[in-house]
C-alpha cells in the first residue's frame, strides 16, 4: 500500500515491512536475492497505488515485467528489523516506467540497499508492449511532474565494473 500521497513532490512510501527469518543467510544478514523480494513489494505497492497492482491482469488485460534492474549494497539489514521501501519515479513514457527505490532502516533511516528498474507495460493476451490506457498514463504522468524537481540519486545509470587506478 502507498502510505503517502501519490502526487507529493517527495519519493513515496511504498512499502513497510520487517526482515523474516527467510531472508536470513549464512553470514546472518538479508540474502542478496531477497533484496530483490523487498524492492518488487515496494514496485508492487506503488503498482497497485497507480492501478496496475495485483489485479491489474485479471481486471484488465495487461501488467508490467522488469526489463533491466540494479540493484546497490549499501548497509547490512538484520533478521527483525524493520524496513521501508521509498519510491521515486525517475521518467517514463507511454509504456515504460523508470523507477528508483531506497531500502532504507525503518526506525532509524539508514539507508541499506537501491535499487533501479525500468518496467514495460505488457498486453497479457498478446504478452507483448503496449501503451498504458489514458487514465493510467495520467496518473503516471502526474507523478513524474512531481518528482520531476527531486535530485537524481547518486548511483542512477551506474556502470558496473572494477574500477581500477592507472
Known amino acids: 500500500m502507498i502510505i503517502t500521497d501519490l502526487f507529493a513532490p517527495e519519493m513515496l512510501e511504498s ?6 527469518q527467510d531472508w536470513i543467510d549464512f553470514n546472518g544478514h ?22 496496475m497492482g495485483r489485479t491489474y491482469p485479471e481486471r484488465r488485460g495487461f501488467s508490467t515485467f522488469a526489463l533491466e534492474m540494479h540493484i546497490t549494497y549499501d548497509r547490512e539489514i538484520h533478521l527483525n528489523d524493520p524496513f521501508v521501501i521509498h519510491t521515486q ?9 523508470h523507477m528508483y527505490h531506497e531500502l532504507r532502516h525503518g526506525t532509524e533511516g539508514w539507508l541499506s540497499a537501491t535499487n533501479e528498474i525500468i518496467t514495460m507495460h505488457i498486453d497479457m493476451e498478446t504478452r ?4 498504458f490506457p489514458d487514465d493510467i498514463q495520467k496518473t503516471l504522468d502526474l507523478i513524474r511532474e512531481a518528482h520531476r524537481d527531486l535530485p537524481v540519486p547518486t548511483g542512477v545509470g551506474r556502470k558496473i565494473g572494477i574500477r581500477r587506478k592507472e
Not at 89 to 97: E, F, G, M, V
Not at 128 to 131: F, H, P, T, W
Open 15 to 20: 512499502y513497510r515491512g520487517t526482515v523474516p
Open 30 to 51: 538479508v540474502n542478496v536475492g531477497y533484496y530483490v523480494v523487498g524492492f518488487d513489494l515496494g514496485s508492487v505497492a506503488f503498482l497497485d497505488g497507480v492501478g
Open 89 to 97: 519515479i525517475l521518467d517514463c513514457d507511454h509504456k515504460r516506467i
Open 128 to 131: 507483448r508492449s503496449a501503451a
